[in-house]
């Protein structure tokens, strides 16, 4: 039985949203900022208050997303897909959060050059280049895993979320670990 098909037997008269034009803009605001933030010196003379404390509220944003996301993927593993829709929103709550403070951070500071030489340093470098780059993907990613869950396209939604969850993970987690290995440097 196809999907429509599926969707009416269960009663469901639900019409597909066209969420692609919403996708490309966000995609492009969000990478796009972050890419201009990266080419800007900061604020100088900033007072109001200390931006230090922001590398840390991003490390906990992208802790508890790392978190929310695990619990999600446990709540879907055992077919609980109310549950794993709140801890999806939840995840988009923290990382919508993460951005926030990170837009402020870059907006507000130069950027902190990493300190730490040989391996440690060529660690580092993967984990960050790897994270930006897996970080501006994973955007187009997860808005349209949730469009695909929101129009009901389970199976679609299921393809891309496969892609997305790991991604996801990987850089919610290798957020926290550039925090972890370039806060020293602060």
Sequence with gaps: MNEQNNQGVLGQNHRKRNYKPAIIIITILINGLVALLAG????????????????LMNAIFNSFTFLFLLAALI????????IHRRFIYAAFITTTLFLVTYVAH??????????????????????LITHIILAAVIVPLALTSVARAW???NERHRKIARWTMPLWLYVSLTGVLVYIMISPYY
């Design 75 to 82: 709540a879907i593993m055992k077919k609980n897909v109310v």
């Design 106 to 127: 870059h907006f507000l500071s130069a950027s902190t050059p990493y300190g730490g030489t040989g391996g440690m340093a060529g660690f580092y470098y993967f984990i």
């Design 151 to 153: 129009n009901m396209e």
């Design 40 to 55: 800007l010196p900061g604020v100088e003379n900033f007072n109001a208050f200390d931006v230090k404390i922001l590398p």
